[in-house]
């Protein structure tokens, strides 16, 4: 933080993971003090919510140590651009993530359907205090 401070550099590199500080903060508050520097984050992390935080936080980019060998230069150059770079293993983390909280919401949607009317004539006559066997018998919109 404090070398992006006095530097100014056009690309921070930042990791996740650090000492003193989380990445995703130093990120953040890289992007408030110094708005013109880019971020590109650099790390192991291989959850999409970690990508998820870098890039809310302000990143411009996030590669994977994994993926290092030839990714930083083109990662760097893309990101000093203006250009966003995700490698193709973040792209598919990403969309891995996006996919699987999308069949999340739908599952949810169904859970959270209406009740039709049965099911409220149920509901009333549990809270009643109506028996298994006499809501079982009570015909439908029927003796309560």
Partial sequence: MEKA???????????ISMPELDGVEVVRQIREAVPDSKVLVLTMHES???????????????????????????????????KRFLTPKVSE???????????????GERRSAPVSPRETEIILLLAQGRSDIHIASAPENGER
């Fill in 48 to 82: 999409d919510q970690m990508v998820q935080r870098a890039l809310d936080a302000g990143a411009h980019g996030y590669i994977l140590k994994s993926d290092l060998t030839d990714t930083l230069p083109k990662a760097v150059r893309a990101v000093a651009e203006g």
């Fill in 5 to 15: 401070l006095e530097l100014k550099p056009d690309v921070n590199v930042v990791d």
């Fill in 93 to 107: 983390i990403v969309l891995d993530g996006f996919l699987k909280a999308r069949s999340e919401q739908k599952q």
